[in-house]
């Protein structure tokens, strides 16, 4: 009876076995196919119209450039000021992201651990300035930025660039902090950990994804900002995004602008490849005691 029943069972399983396979193929295929049409061909196009030759121009219905040049970098390296931008930008971007860090870690901690009243209201007020439109905020910011004398200011666009990152860094550091275990921090203190020891050897080791991937968050953030850095920061400040907006307006200019977004674009996508290597699910196992 037992030989029947295996023999009977048997087929059954393989069939769920290669149901589930093509399943997961079709998945992933989709899924490509998605990423391709959403990502991979909208960059590549960005990469044609950097690279149109201005005395060939690319029209309907040529379906690539007649040909290619680079006078289109050059000539956006000769007449912006993009390397004045590229040094703006990435000096802005990590110290929004230190202060944004040095701001929000007592804040997700509090938030993450702590029963305290009103936490989602708190919540809810601390995601304001990514909720409400950038542009408004940007607004009513420069306003009190130039009566304390911050407006057109180096210090005064970190601030600025940290006031937007800060939601992003709180909310997923906050995610982080509540994925501790109860267990693991009784059990240190049972064996008499101080609080520095916690904060070495369990918090800090087991939210490193969050803060790395917080991190991220603000630094992209801190790059692609535009309105508050046009509002508060221009004319005595540009950045990467200020140049771009500048070939984005009603005389849009798509082969300079391709350019500069590409100049914006690259360096991100890198970083995300690097640090991408460090987001392993393996620390949390790590920090557990599971490696």
Same mark, same amino acid.
């Given at each position: 009876?037992?030989?029947?029943?295996?023999?009977?069972?048997?087929?059954?399983?393989?069939?769920?076995?290669?149901?589930?396979?093509?399943?997961? @193929?079709? *998945?992933? +295929?989709?899924? =490509?196919?998605?990423?391709?049409?959403?990502? %991979?061909?909208?960059? &590549? #196009?960005? $990469?044609?119209?950097?690279?149109?030759?201005?005395?060939?121009?690319?029209?309907?219905?040529?379906?690539?450039?007649?040909?290619?040049?680079?006078?289109?970098?050059?000539?956006?390296?000769?007449?912006?000021?993009?390397?004045?931008?590229?040094?703006?930008?990435?000096?802005?971007?990590?110290?929004?992201?230190?202060?944004?860090?040095? @701001?929000? *870690?007592? +804040?997700?901690? =509090?938030?993450?651990?702590?029963?305290?009243? %009103?936490?989602?209201? &708190? #919540?809810? $007020?601390?995601?304001?300035?990514?909720?409400?439109?950038?542009?408004?905020?940007?607004?009513?910011?420069?306003?009190?930025?130039?009566?304390?004398?911050?407006?057109?200011?180096?210090?005064?666009?970190?601030?600025?660039?940290?006031?937007?990152?800060?939601?992003?860094?709180?909310?997923?550091?906050?995610?982080?902090?509540?994925?501790?275990?109860?267990?693991?921090?009784?059990?240190?203190?049972?064996?008499?950990?101080?609080?520095?020891?916690?904060?070495?050897?369990?918090?800090?080791?087991?939210?490193?994804?969050?803060?790395?991937?917080?991190?991220?968050?603000?630094?992209?953030?801190?790059?692609?900002?535009?309105?508050?850095?046009?509002?508060?920061?221009?004319?005595?400040?540009?950045?990467?995004?200020?140049?771009?907006?500048?070939?984005?307006?009603?005389?849009?200019?798509?082969?300079?602008?391709?350019?500069?977004?590409?100049?914006?674009?690259?360096?991100?996508?890198?970083?995300?490849?690097?640090?991408?290597?460090?987001?392993?699910?393996?620390?949390?196992?790590?920090?557990?005691?599971?490696?």
């Amino acid at each position: 009876m037992a030989s029947t029943d295996i023999t009977i069972n048997t087929p059954l399983h393989l069939i769920q076995a290669r149901r589930n396979r093509y399943f997961y @193929l079709l *998945l992933m +295929t989709f899924f =490509v196919i998605v990423l391709i049409l959403w990502v %991979g061909i909208p960059i &590549l #196009m960005t $990469v044609m119209w950097s690279l149109v030759d201005p005395k060939n121009p690319w029209s309907y219905p040529n379906l690539f450039p007649p040909s290619f040049s680079l006078a289109q970098w050059k000539y956006v390296f000769d007449y912006t000021n993009i390397g004045r931008a590229l040094r703006t930008s990435y000096s802005l971007a990590p110290l929004s992201v230190l202060l944004s860090l040095v @701001l929000s *870690l007592p +804040t997700s901690y =509090v938030l993450g651990r702590k029963k305290i009243p %009103g936490k989602k209201l &708190l #919540m809810l $007020v601390v995601l304001l300035p990514i909720i409400m439109p950038g542009m408004v905020v940007a607004l009513f910011l420069s306003r009190v930025f130039t009566a304390l004398g911050l407006s057109q200011t180096f210090f005064g666009l970190v601030l600025a660039h940290t006031l937007m990152s800060i939601p992003y860094m709180i909310r997923v550091m906050t995610t982080s902090f509540q994925a501790i275990p109860q267990d693991v921090i009784d059990a240190a203190e049972n064996l008499g950990a101080t609080t520095f020891v916690k904060i070495r050897d369990i918090f800090l080791p087991m939210i490193r994804p969050g803060l790395l991937a917080g991190m991220i968050f603000a630094f992209t953030v801190s790059i692609e900002e535009f309105n508050l850095t046009f509002i508060i920061g221009t004319p005595t400040f540009e950045t990467i995004p200020t140049i771009l907006y500048s070939f984005m307006g009603y005389y849009f200019i798509r082969t300079n602008a391709s350019v500069v977004a590409l100049i914006m674009m690259t360096p991100n996508i890198i970083m995300l490849f690097i640090v991408e290597r460090f987001l392993k699910s393996d620390y949390l196992a790590a920090s557990l005691g599971k490696m």
